[in-house]
């Protein structure tokens, strides 16, 4: 409980000699019991560090726009495969302060990179609603003075979202309802005006829905969209027009490819399990350990010596 850890992973931290285990010589209900000296070392060597998720939780953005940002400014971590129950990404305090640094100050645009900030009353930013003289208009959100106002821009003046239900406002298609598909995350970032981003995120909104979404409007105009691995199926009456050199113009993490009418969008990291008998499991965890590179990219670098390999052979 001390350590969050399961009682098996406290026996092989002991074997491993990270916690200091005593047998006692009487007969009690514990066999073995740990010395306190020991225990607080652990915890103290494991609290010198943050783990990135606890720094996501904090902040309420995803974890995955935290690589991407570590990953823009040259910012280094480390994987911790002893102090908790999995193998955890892990920043020093320091570079912790920093990276909630760069949340704040990257961009003087509003933070909308969580649910409840690009969603409202069930809506989301720039979805397209549709008064009673058939005029269409973008939901959108403004700041000022530290206060957020949703609603439309109606002949450059802004119309709060209340007042635009009392002329009739009603939105142009529903958002789909979708559960999460996959956990690995493509990034967009296209012109928040341009007529193809109007029709990619509609298209998203129709056929995804936010619970595969975290959108950020940036003060540059532009629209930084993070979205879950996914294939869409393209319909006529969806009026999707962007090419697919669009689309990778505006993919800035992930891949992303467009065939015969289907849109796959695919994540900067994916998940896939493979059987591996253990005498090659242990070997990936030596080197991992060894070389201190994580089990994934040891695996990279074996596939990059296989490839050159073959290259040098035709």
Known sequence: DLLDVSRKTVHNLSDKGYIQAIELPYHTRF?????????DKFIDERDKFVPIVNIADECGV????????????????????????RSTAIVTPKLAKEIKKLLTTEDLALNTSR????????????????????????????????????????????????VAQDYKFEPVYKLADLPAIKSSY??????????????????????????????????????????KEVAIKIDNADDFNASES??????????????????YIFGSHKTNSYYLN?????????????????????????????????????
């Not at 726009?65 to 102090?83: S, T, W």
């Not at 669009?246 to 849109?263: C, P, Q, T």
Request: overall charge positive; proline content about 3%; aromatic content about 12%.
């Open 31 to 39: 066999r073995k019991v740990y010395t306190q000296e020991s225990v």
């Open 62 to 85: 995803p974890k995955q726009k935290i690589f991407n940002l570590m990953k823009a400014n040259n910012l280094p971590y480390e994987i911790d495969k002893i102090h908790y129950k």
């Open 115 to 162: 649910k409840s900030d690009f969603v409202y009353k069930g809506y989301a930013l720039f979805q397209p609603f549709i008064d009673q003289e058939g005029h269409t208009y973008r939901l959108s959100l403004i700041e000022e003075n530290g206060k957020r106002s949703w609603g439309f821009y109606v002949q450059n003046a802004f119309l709060p979202f209340i």
């Open 186 to 227: 493509a990034a967009f970032e296209c012109l928040s005006f341009d007529n193809n981003t109007k029709q990619f995120i509609d298209l998203l909104y129709k056929k995804v829905g936010v619970r595969n979404l975290y959108v950020q409007l940036k003060s540059n105009g532009k629209l930084e969209i993070y979205i």
């Open 246 to 263: 669009w689309l990778r113009d505006a993919l800035k993490e992930g891949d992303v490819s467009l065939k015969e009418d289907v849109l």
């Open 278 to 314: 253990i005498n090659t499991i242990k070997k990936i965890e030596s080197l991992s350990a060894r070389l201190k590179l994580s089990s994934p990219e040891i695996i990279e670098k074996g596939i990059e010596l296989l490839e050159q390999q073959i290259s040098n052979k035709e």
